[in-house]
C-alpha cells in the first residue's frame, strides 16, 4: 500500500521567512495531493492540491511542487506570519483506482514566531 | 451551505463496550469518509461510503463497520472497544467519488479507560 513519509517533523522560523515542507510517496499510481492545515484542537482544512499532470500550483503565498520522477512533493510558504503557525499534513491518494484510500503522512508543526 | 457536524464531540467508554459516533455530511456531497487521529499522529483512513456502498476500506478490523444513510449522513460503529481505539475520530465529505477536496468535521474525541 501507500506510505507518505514528511519532513520535518517540527519548524521553527521567525516572522516573514519561507517555511518549505517536503513529502515522499511510494505509490507510482497516485495521482493527487493534497495538504492539510490542522490548528490547535480545530478540524483540518484543505489549503492547497495539485494533480499529477501538473508540476507546480500557487495560491498567493502557499505554493505546492511535485516531482512524479522522484515521488516527491513539496509546499512552500512565503512571507510567513504567526497564523501560519499550525500542523501541516500532506496526503497521497490514487483517484483511479478501485479503493479510494487517501493516506497522510504524519505532519509537521510549524511555529512562526514574531 | 452547512459543513460536516459530528456527534458527539466527546465520549468516555470502557474497554469491550461498543460505540456509536455519527455524521452529516456537507450540504451536496454525497462521499463521506472516517478517519481515526492518534495524538500527533496524521489522519488514519478507516473506511469510505459513495452513494450509500463502501468504496475504500483501510488497514482496520472487522469491529469496525459503518453505514452511510440515503440523507448521505454516517455512522461509525466500533465493537469491543480496546484501550488503544481512544483516539480523534474525523468524518469528512466530498463531492467527488474519491476522497478529494475532503471537508472534515471537528471530531468526537473517544476515550477508552
Known amino acids: 500500500g501507500e506510505n507518505v513519509e514528511q519532513h520535518p517533523s517540527t519548524l521553527s522560523v521567525q516572522e516573514g521567512d519561507s517555511a518549505v515542507i517536503k513529502c515522499t510517496y511510494s505509490d507510482s499510481a497516485s495521482n493527487y495531493f493534497p495538504w492539510y492545515k490542522q490548528e490547535l484542537g480545530k478540524r483540518p482544512q484543505l489549503i492547497i492540491d495539485i494533480r499529477s499532470n501538473v508540476g507546480e500550483k500557487k495560491d498567493q503565498r502557499i505554493a505546492v511542487t511535485l516531482n512524479k520522477t522522484a515521488k516527491h512533493f513539496s509546499l512552500h510558504i512565503t512571507e510567513t506570519q504567526p497564523e501560519d503557525s499550525a500542523v501541516y499534513f500532506c496526503?497521497?491518494?490514487?483517484?483511479?483506482?478501485?479503493?479510494?484510500?487517501?493516506?497522510f503522512g504524519k505532519g509537521t508543526l510549524l511555529t512562526v514566531n514574531p | 451551505e452547512t459543513g460536516v457536524t459530528q456527534s458527539p464531540t466527546h465520549l468516555i467508554k470502557t474497554r469491550g463496550q461498543q460505540v456509536t459516533l455519527r455524521c452529516s455530511s456537507q450540504s451536496g456531497h454525497n462521499t463521506v469518509s472516517w478517519y481515526q487521529q492518534a495524538l500527533g499522529q496524521g489522519p488514519q483512513f478507516i473506511f469510505q461510503y459513495y452513494r450509500e456502498e463502501e468504496n475504500g476500506r483501510g488497514n482496520f478490523p472487522p469491529r469496525f463497520s459503518g453505514l452511510q444513510f440515503p440523507n448521505y449522513s454516517s455512522e461509525l460503529n466500533v465493537n469491543a472497544l480496546e484501550l488503544d481505539d481512544s483516539a480523534l475520530y474525523l468524518c469528512a465529505s466530498s463531492p467527488t467519488r474519491g476522497a478529494e477536496k475532503l471537508f472534515f468535521g471537528s471530531g468526537t474525541q473517544l476515550s477508552v479507560l
Open positions: 496526503a497521497a491518494l490514487n483517484s483511479g483506482g478501485s479503493n479510494y484510500k487517501l493516506t
